[in-house]
Each structure stands twice: as structure tokens, then as C-alpha cells.
């Protein structure tokens, strides 16, 4: 079983909701999830709204998660921290 820890915002100048998602396989990687939200919000152009889930898949990839629960199936999956900011708008 993999655990996704998902963290969603939407991306205004996508017209759509993004997304990154963490597989969590030990605590270090729940310290990556909380440092890269943090990074995230302290580099956004602006008051961002972040929200994160937590579910349970067969395997790594994107496509389960959007099988397994419908809410995740018009998210646009990005793949770093620096490319979801840039979605969002960062300052810099």
C-alpha cells in the first residue's frame, strides 16, 4: 500500500486546481511535505490557501488516486515545489 499525502491549491492563471504528491514511506518524509509547504507559502506572490489529503493507493502513481476518489480527477498534477509556485504566483 502507498500512502499520498497530497497538498492543493488552485492555480488561477490555469483555471484549474494543482496539485503535488508526496508518497510517505517514514518521517523524513512527512518533514519534506511540511518544509516544502512552508517554502511554498513564504514564497507566494500572495495569501495562498493550501489544503492536504491523505489517501491510500496500490501503487506510486497519479492515476489510482484520481480512480479512487473522483475530487482529485480534474487536479493537474505538478511535479516540484518551484513549478507549483510558479502556478500560484511567487514573488519572486
Given at each position: 500500500?502507498?500512502?499520498?499525502?497530497?497538498?492543493?491549491?488552485?492555480?488561477?492563471?490555469?483555471?484549474?486546481?494543482?496539485?503535488?504528491?508526496?508518497?510517505?514511506?517514514?518521517?523524513?518524509?512527512?518533514?519534506?511535505?511540511?518544509q516544502d509547504m512552508k517554502?511554498?507559502?513564504?514564497?507566494?506572490?500572495?495569501?495562498?490557501?493550501?489544503?492536504?489529503?491523505?489517501?491510500?493507493?496500490?501503487?506510486?502513481?497519479?492515476?489510482p488516486v484520481e480512480k479512487?476518489?473522483?475530487?482529485?480527477?480534474?487536479?493537474?498534477?505538478?511535479?516540484?515545489?518551484?513549478?507549483?509556485?510558479?502556478?500560484?504566483?511567487?514573488?519572486y
Amino acid at each position: 500500500m502507498y500512502k499520498h499525502y497530497i497538498v492543493i491549491s488552485s492555480a488561477f492563471t490555469l483555471g484549474t486546481r494543482i496539485a503535488l504528491d508526496y508518497i510517505i514511506e517514514n518521517d523524513n518524509d512527512i518533514e519534506t511535505v511540511k518544509q516544502d509547504m512552508k517554502y511554498i507559502q513564504g514564497n507566494a506572490q500572495n495569501d495562498i490557501h493550501l489544503s492536504s489529503h491523505f489517501i491510500s493507493t496500490n501503487s506510486k502513481d497519479w492515476e489510482p488516486v484520481e480512480k479512487i476518489d473522483v475530487f482529485f480527477s480534474n487536479v493537474k498534477l505538478i511535479n516540484t515545489k518551484k513549478e507549483f509556485l510558479k502556478y500560484i504566483g511567487s514573488r519572486y
